[in-house]
């Protein structure tokens, strides 16, 4: 969870090895796209920091969240596809849309990654407001997406 205290672009990368030969699919949403642009660009440059080759980075954009596990199962169906992030943004409104939302997007995700035994990396914020998720896109809180693409590797590092 993201606190003052707690900056959620810090993470220990002293057990992460040689990554080059990993493909990552990063799967967008579209909705709330300043939010979700910024959660790419941040998991992207730590995919790169943490030894990625950038052509084996493939972007899949999908409308909105929901959308999110169906574009996570697409690219994890393919063979050379070691990893999937998916990133997304949910902002709480006024109806239990949101719940509703948030719930089927982690189900989903667990569900592919269950069923392709490959990483698949739950990349969306759930925020009360617009400021919320700014400040955990690259503000005050750090940026999710380099969370997201670290857990990435992580579990990579783990199932080696």
């Known amino acids: 969870m993201a606190s003052s205290e707690k900056n959620l672009s810090q993470f ?3 057990s992460v090895q040689n990554v080059s ?6 799967v967008v949403s579209e909705w709330n796209q300043g939010v979700t642009e910024a959660l790419y660009s941040g998991a ?3 995919l790169k920091d943490l030894g990625a080759d950038r052509n084996k980075i493939i972007r899949y954009d999908v ?3 929901f959308e999110l596990s169906l574009g996570a199962q697409w690219a994890a169906q393919r063979e050379e596809i070691d990893a999937v992030i ?5 902002i709480q ?3 239990k849309h949101f719940d509703f939302i948030c719930q089927a997007v982690a189900n989903g995700l667990t569900d592919v990654g269950l069923k392709y035994d490959k990483p698949v990396i739950f990349g969306v914020l759930t925020t009360n407001n617009q400021k919320q998720a700014l400040d955990r896109a690259g503000g005050k809180h750090g940026n999710k997406g380099d969370e997201a693409a670290a857990t990435a590797v ?5 199932n080696r």
Do not use: D, R
């Open 21 to 26: 030969q990993y493909q990552f699919a990063v």
């Open 44 to 46: 992207v440059q730590t």
């Open 86 to 90: 998916c990133l997304g943004c949910v």
């Open 154 to 158: 992580k579990m990579l590092m783990i």
């Open 93 to 95: 409104g006024e109806t």
């Open 12 to 14: 220990e990368t002293a």
């Open 63 to 65: 409308p909105g969240s």
